[in-house]
Nanobody
Framework: VQLQASGGGLVQAGGSLRLSCAAS????????MAWFRQAPGKEREFVTA????????YYADSVKGRFTVSRDNAKNTVYLQMNALKPEDTAVYYC?????????????????WGQGTLVTVSS
């Protein structure tokens, strides 16, 4: 499956953005969809994950209560609604698909990645 992330942009602190990740092709075998982010000079870090079958969601402590992951099965699209954005949320955001049973927090467990979309939060 190929992933296409979009929706990034420039927003002021306290504002909102919604990212989208469209999966093309048949999403066969996907167990989990996730968002990671990478700030300049930093490691790529886990943001949130959702079981492809629905129900279970997981969030990094830094975004809990502000970010919400959701999906539209009919469109094979996963969304990341980001509210109350902070300058420290500035990063390139990547969506990813996991096919294995590895930890949802480990980027190495994910087999497919989108190209990334830049989110810049100004103070």
């Amino acid at each position: 499956v190929q992933l296409q992330a979009s929706g990034g942009g420039l927003v002021q602190a306290g504002g909102s953005l919604r990212l989208s990740c469209a999966a093309s092709g048949l999403p066969f075998g996907i167990s989990t969809m996730a968002w990671f982010r990478q700030a300049p000079g930093k490691e790529r870090e886990f943001v949130t994950a959702m079981a492809w079958s629905g129900g279970s969601t997981y969030y990094a402590d830094s975004v809990k209560g502000r970010f919400t992951v959701s999906r539209d099965n009919a469109k094979n699209t996963v969304y990341l609604q980001m509210n109350a954005l902070k300058p420290e949320d500035t990063a390139v955001y990547y969506c990813a698909a996991k096919y294995s049973s590895g930890s949802y927090r480990l980027r190495t467990a994910y087999g497919s990645w989108g190209q990334g979309t830049l989110v810049t939060v100004s103070s």
